[in-house]
């Protein structure tokens, strides 16, 4: 199965005076267990050239992912084919490689379940792009750039231009992620700014509010005047005290 190799690496590193150091999912790969030339031992594994640590290597490395009998077969060219390609003292390999390699350079096969490779293959990427994302919102976090411009959903352009600085100015505050003291004192006045804007704009839909309410208000006494007015009419047409007179004569 393809999850058994994915994401499982070898891991080299070459040491001082030669104490070179190989891996295989952060465990030593004991070279004693492959050295197997009693009279002239290798003390350590190599790579970057043909030389025996380098093919007692290739054998140790064989042997993990396939077998012995792999090993002892194709231990010279996986030598020649992929180690002595390998110069820098530090390398990484992963063991779907290796198998791959085997597949293709052997007489002998290792069944991969193409589909869970896959599977494996894009959950890795997917990983890999979630470490990035993550690194990048620290990096964004942190950054006295991209905090600000966060903070105004603003891009670096518009910051650009608010503090009359070129673009390339801007991208070399943001990889030191420090600006010099006059830009943040005139960022703290835009912010002040910015806040007095936003009271002043807030006090203004009050003071429309208000103003409508006294509108609505004056409105209404207008019609309340108005409907009295109509009453006093009312009473005036009928002339109360006239009734009221001959009513007593009756």
Same mark, same amino acid.
């Given at each position: ?14 040491? %001082?005076?030669?104490? #070179? ?16 030339? %009693? ?10 050239? *043909? ?13 993990? +992912? ?6 002892? +077969?194709?231990? #010279?060219? %996986? ?28 007489? @002998? ?32 976090? /942190?950054?006295?750039?991209? *905090? ?41 006045? @835009?912010?002040?700014? +910015? ?12 003071? /429309? ?9 004056? *409105? ?31």
């Amino acid at each position: 199965m393809a999850k058994k190799f994915k994401g499982k690496y070898f891991v080299g590193s070459r040491g %001082y005076y030669g104490t #070179n150091s190989v891996k295989y999912q952060n465990i030593e790969i004991e070279i004693t267990k492959y050295n197997h030339d %009693y009279a002239n031992p290798v003390a350590n594994f190599d790579w970057g050239n *043909t030389k025996k640590g380098t093919t007692l290597l290739a054998s140790a490395i064989l042997s993990t +992912i396939a077998s012995p009998t792999v090993a002892r +077969i194709y231990s #010279n060219k %996986y030598t020649q084919n992929v180690l002595q390609h390998f110069k820098e003292d530090e390398w990484k390999i992963e063991a779907i490689e290796v198998v791959q390699w085997i597949n293709n350079n052997t007489d @002998y096969t290792i069944k991969l379940d193409e589909e869970s490779e896959k599977k494996a293959q894009d959950e890795e990427t997917k990983e890999a792009q979630k470490t990035i994302e993550n690194e990048k919102a620290n990096l964004s976090a /942190n950054n006295v750039v991209d *905090t600000f411009c966060m903070e105004f959903n603003i891009k670096k352009e518009t910051l650009a231009r608010i503090l009359d600085v070129p673009i390339d100015t801007i991208n070399n505050w943001r990889l030191e992620n420090e600006m010099p003291k006059l830009a943040l004192k005139a960022l703290e006045f @835009y912010k002040a700014g +910015i806040s007095f804007k936003e009271k002043s704009s807030k006090l203004k839909i009050e003071l /429309n509010h208000f103003q409508e309410q006294l509108l609505q208000k004056q *409105t209404q006494i207008e019609l309340a005047e108005t409907e009295l007015n109509r009453y006093r009419k009312f009473i005036n047409a009928i002339d109360i005290p006239t009734l009221y007179k001959k009513y007593k004569e009756l």
